[in-house]
């Protein structure tokens, strides 16, 4: 088995910061996925199809919609691949912000777009601070890490103070 317990105890999933699954979800799904040994996307998947899996309710299972979201997902992409050179410096040609306040609608505007506007650029600072904090959430277990991290923390953290300048 993959799995290993620390001091034989049961495993206690809870979602990561940001996601959209609730802590129930995330035990139940952790449970299925170490019950029986998943570690395989693919895997996951063929799990997960049974109506009476534990992981069915993750998964989209009417194609039709299921197609058109990952095409969503797609054009995210397509969207965050993009870069401009700006003052010599690449960066997305396209930022995620939130133009409504409808939480629910993702838009993508154009990086000119973005730096021309004090409201816009105040959430890709916050963003950008998000990230850094789930980034050290992430790595901040891996004591080896811990000095790079104090290090790469500080350096972002000085980009951040010239970008919100």
């Given at each position: 088995?993959?799995?290993?317990?620390?001091?034989?105890?049961?495993?206690?999933?809870?979602?990561?910061?940001?996601?959209?699954?609730?802590?129930?979800?995330?035990?139940?799904?952790?449970?299925?996925?170490?019950?029986?040994?998943?570690?395989?996307?693919?895997?996951?998947?063929?799990?997960?199809?049974?109506?009476?899996?534990?992981?069915?309710?993750?998964?989209?299972w009417e194609d039709s919609r299921a197609a058109e979201l990952y095409r969503r997902?797609?054009?995210?992409?397509?969207?965050?691949?993009?870069?401009?050179?700006?003052?010599?410096?690449?960066?997305?040609?396209?930022?995620?912000?939130?133009?409504?306040?409808?939480?629910?609608?993702?838009?993508?505007?154009?990086?000119?777009?973005?730096?021309?506007?004090?409201?816009?650029?105040a959430q890709v600072v916050a963003a950008a601070r998000r990230d850094l904090r789930?980034?050290?959430?992430?790595?901040?277990?891996?004591?080896?890490?811990?000095?790079?991290?104090?290090?790469?923390?500080?350096?972002?953290?000085?980009?951040?103070a010239e970008v919100a300048e």
């Open positions: 088995m993959i799995f290993e317990f620390v001091g034989g105890e049961k495993m206690q999933y809870l979602p990561v910061y940001g996601s959209r699954l609730t802590p129930e979800q995330a035990q139940r799904y952790g449970e299925a996925i170490e019950r029986w040994d998943l570690t395989r996307p693919v895997d996951v998947v063929e799990a997960a199809r049974p109506v009476d899996s534990p992981l069915h309710d993750a998964f989209e997902q797609q054009a995210a992409y397509v969207l965050r691949s993009l870069a401009v050179v700006v003052e010599d410096r690449p960066m997305r040609a396209f930022v995620d912000v939130q133009v409504t306040p409808d939480a629910s609608t993702q838009e993508y505007l154009n990086i000119n777009v973005v730096r021309r506007n004090g409201e816009f650029m789930a980034w050290q959430r992430k790595y901040a277990e891996y004591v080896k890490l811990a000095d790079d991290l104090k290090r790469v923390t500080a350096v972002i953290d000085a980009e951040l």
